[in-house]
């Protein structure tokens, strides 16, 4: 049924909302869809409601503050920054604010349940060692009055009742009901009841919603394997049945080696990278890697979306959006005829919107403004920092940030280190260094937070500045002479390709030609501080007392893969390369679509893709026939017709770079090949496989 929304949006306001191409990512294509993920950097544990025609997402943001991050969007696809629950942890221990050797790394706040019941804005948390944590505002901007629950209920589902009772859902496995106090104070003594034993396969990260009159219970389980499921029962209490309703939809991206350490062990975060253990990772197997934890929310067209994360290589995690089928009475995640899996690129929730609402629908944006001139009174909303900072030993001073050197031997234990999320695919972080302020034994520079972590940045010894860079995972300090006694300024760069997990750091003098220091490094996904990479600006001293400063200005972030515009090749005649058989797809004579098998290239090979406008293409080989599947597109069911109105109508999916895929919106399958049983094209495939090798992912190349 969605797919006759397509055309009635008027194209010029597609053009009017792409004003201008994007220069960081967003999700939005400009053309009435969206392609995954919604942000291509971390954006754990994702819960979602709608209030009125506005959205809001809630996510985890662990030791780093301001914390608890909230985003709002209009339209589910574009969304903006618009508050944190709290600037800092209000507790008064060491390990909050990093002193002492003592730290939450991997710990802070996680798992957050937003709600908005009683004219207020519920966000429902845990810190570990601290129990339930609560806040509450009239306003999603704030401020927000934070209530400690305490308590043992952790990544949890909060429901507020027709009744006026509230309850929290919460477990791994055996899943447990207990009910709150209305005022926030606490648990109510006594309730707590087990509503779904273990043994049923249901595993965490819960999220709870009442529709027409039925109880839902989204959750998750990594064991042995990432899945969403979703239990349902007449009453809160239960009895539920559970079923399965999205798995093994990794987007063609498979897990990557992860930072591991001893059984039994703490990991010392100052330790020698080179004692860190390594867990490869099969580029065929699903493993936790695919989309599973998140929250459902139903569109003000009607339509109901699952926003869910994924873990994804040296990024961390990120958030999916993906369309809800209603069948049985079961939320399944996809589209009718390929349930469990979903688009990469699908139409945009508010695509039946009339032509009035569309013009007053959200401009294509980025969440977050990464560059940053520190010319404001305040830091923008995309920085954090690493733990509670020391406020007296930072400022923004004449249009530079200062940082204050405070004592630490290595820097994921250096104070006041400013950390902004990396983004994905690519893109290159650059930095103006200053270094008069500098003191003997200080180190400032530019860093990855991670583990194993990295940086480049100048060291002052005595009199002498040395460029250094360090890798902790190979315990590594490479050395660049310079001379930094003219104009102490210097500027650093690390550039990152995430999709493929390495990243360089480069400096220069001027601004306009930068040299390479160290080597291209292996980047690692991990869950010991359960982030992903960060940015990093730093001022620490290594001999143990506070020194001088450092300052930082003009911090840019440029993303050469942002602009997708001319990803689909509307209007050339290419090639049609599958990943799998490594072979052109060829429009054989005799009317089916197979393989060649020497690399023809005669015009059999050649096809030419037709714009149908919104995504939407055809494919004309160039002896005049053009695709049509038959039947219920099964091997040999992939044909041709001289007639353009019976061609076959595929929504391009987007894979960047030159990969892509093509889904019908007849039956909801891809078109693919096997590789191995020698059966001609079909369109019966429901998605990629994680290493891109069963034969529904292809590449396109031109032909000139």
């Excluded at 990557?256 to 099969?282: C, N």
């Excluded at 990855?448 to 902790?472: A, H, M, T, Y």
């Excluded at 930082?552 to 599958?578: H, L, Q, W, Y």
């Amino acid at each position: 049924m969605l797919s006759r929304y397509f055309h009635l949006i008027p194209l010029f306001l597609f053009s009017a909302l792409l004003s201008a191409q994007p220069t960081s990512w967003t999700a939005d294509n400009g053309n009435g869809t969206f392609t995954n993920p919604l942000f291509y950097d971390e954006f754990s544990d994702p819960d979602i409601i709608r209030v009125g025609d506005d959205y809001y997402l809630a996510g985890t943001t662990m030791h780093t503050v301001p914390g608890l991050v909230i985003l709002h969007s209009k339209d589910l696809v574009n969304w903006e920054n618009i508050s944190y629950c709290f600037d800092r942890f209000d507790f008064p221990e060491d390990r909050f604010a990093l002193k002492n050797h003592q730290e939450i790394y991997g710990q802070g706040i996680w798992a957050p349940c937003i709600r908005y019941a009683n004219g207020k804005f519920y966000v429902f948390s845990n810190i570990n060692g601290k129990g339930l944590q609560c806040y509450t505002s009239e306003k999603i901007e704030g401020p927000w009055k934070h209530h400690n629950l305490q308590g043992n209920i952790y990544d949890l589902a909060v429901h507020f009742d027709d009744d006026g009772k509230v309850y929290a859902i919460h477990g791994y496995g055996t899943v447990k009901c207990t009910e709150l106090k209305p005022d926030m104070s606490g648990p109510i003594e006594g309730t707590e009841r087990v509503i779904i034993p273990e043994g049923n396969g249901v595993g965490e990260g819960h999220h709870m919603y009442k529709i027409n009159g039925m109880y839902y219970l989204i959750s998750t389980d990594y064991s042995p394997n990432g899945r969403t499921l979703c239990s349902r029962a007449k009453n809160i209490w239960g009895p539920y049945e559970t079923r399965v309703i999205q798995a093994d939809e990794t987007y063609g991206y498979h897990g990557v080696a992860r930072t591991t350490v001893p059984r039994g062990t703490r990991y010392r975060i100052g330790e020698d990278g080179t004692k860190f253990g390594t867990a490869p990772a099969s580029p065929d197997a699903t493993g936790c890697d695919n989309a599973h934890q998140g929250g459902i929310v139903q569109a003000k067209n009607g339509t109901w979306w699952a926003l869910l994360m994924q873990d994804f290589h040296s990024i961390g995690r990120t958030v999916c959006l993906m369309p809800i089928t209603w069948e049985d009475g079961w939320p399944m995640i996809g589209l009718k005829g390929n349930l469990g899996r979903a688009p990469r690129t699908y139409m945009k929730p508010d695509q039946c919107m009339t032509s009035a609402q569309m013009e007053d629908a959200q401009p294509i944006h980025a969440p977050y403004n990464r560059d940053e001139d520190f010319n404001g009174k305040q830091l923008g909303r995309i920085w954090q920092w690493n733990h509670n900072p020391d406020d007296k030993m930072w400022c923004l001073k004449g249009g530079r940030l200062r940082l204050n050197t405070v004592p630490a031997e290595q820097l994921m234990w250096a104070r006041n280190t400013l950390t902004q999320r990396v983004i994905g695919p690519k893109s290159i972080a650059t930095v103006e260094l200053y270094v008069k302020g500098m003191k003997d034994g200080d180190v400032c520079g530019l860093g990855n937070i991670n583990l194993p972590c990295s940086w480049i940045g100048v060291v002052k010894e005595g009199k002498d500045f040395s460029l250094r860079c360090f890798e902790q995972l190979t315990n590594d300090t490479v050395f660049a002479p310079i001379d930094l006694s003219s104009n102490g300024k210097i500027y650093l760069r690390c550039i990152g390709d995430y999709d493929n997990n390495q990243a360089q750091y480069a400096y220069s003098t001027d601004g306009k030609e930068f040299i390479a220091l160290g080597r291209m490094m292996p980047l690692q996904y991990q869950l010991i501080t359960f982030q992903g990479s960060r940015h990093a600006l730093f001022a620490y001293n290594i001999k143990g007392k506070n020194g001088g400063f450092a300052e930082f200005d003009n911090f840019s972030v440029n993303e050469p893969m942002a602009d997708r515009s001319k990803n689909i090749p509307i209007g050339k005649t290419i090639r049609i390369i599958n990943k799998a058989t490594k072979q052109p797809a060829i429009a054989l004579k005799h009317g089916l679509l197979h393989d060649t098998f020497n690399r023809d290239k005669s015009e059999l090979t050649q096809f030419r893709v037709i714009d149908c406008e919104q995504g939407h293409v055809t494919l004309q080989c160039l002896d005049g026939r053009y695709i049509k599947v038959y039947g219920n597109g099964l091997p040999g069911d992939v044909r041709f017709t001289t007639d353009p109105k019976e061609a076959e109508v595929f929504l391009w999916q987007d894979y960047l770079g030159h990969d892509f895929m093509l889904l019908s919106l007849k039956n909801h399958k891809y078109l693919g090949k096997s590789p191995t049983t020698g059966s001609s094209y079909s369109l019966d495939f429901n998605g990629p496989d994680p290493a891109r090798r069963n034969g529904a992912v292809f590449e396109w190349e031109e032909v000139e």
